[in-house]
């Protein structure tokens, strides 16, 4: 099995993650804008939350993110999906009591997010919430 791992993101790992925030996956399933995220905006909030990012790593090469602060979510790259990453990155740091937001229509986020022990108990416009 290929070597999965979490690492601290840092300010070097902004062009990466602006990549996959920018995804039209990733965006049609966005809570806070289906726009396109611009550079700068991008460099403004990585200055407040960059601790609360976790780089994912498969064999080194860079998949995804998760972030941890509020709430728990996962970000991977085009290439990264599909193949259980998500899954492997996820369980290194879910804990009891976290929650995640749903998009209505994320099939893939809500099959991983149950299988991980997550259950619907409420919901906000447009999306589901999640709590383990």
């Known amino acids: 099995m290929a070597s999965l791992k979490l690492r601290q993101a840092t300010m070097d790992d902004a062009k990466d993650l ?67 990453i998500g899954y492997r990155a996820l369980k290194m740091v879910v804990e009891p009591g976290m929650i995640a937001h749903i998009v209505y229509g994320n099939v893939a986020s809500m099959r991983l997010f149950t299988k991980l022990g997550f259950m619907a108990f409420d919901h906000g416009e447009g999306y589901y919430k999640l709590k383990l």
């Not at 460099?43 to 995804?64: A, F, T, V």
């Open 18 to 84: 602006l990549s996959w925030k920018n995804d039209p996956v990733t965006r049609e399933f966005s809570i806070v804008t289906h726009d396109e995220i611009k550079w700068e905006n991008h460099l403004k909030y990585l200055e407040n939350h960059i601790q609360d990012i976790m780089i994912i790593e498969l064999d080194g090469r860079k998949c995804g993110d998760i972030r941890v602060d509020d709430e728990v979510s996962i970000r991977l790259a085009p290439e990264c999906r599909g193949k259980g």
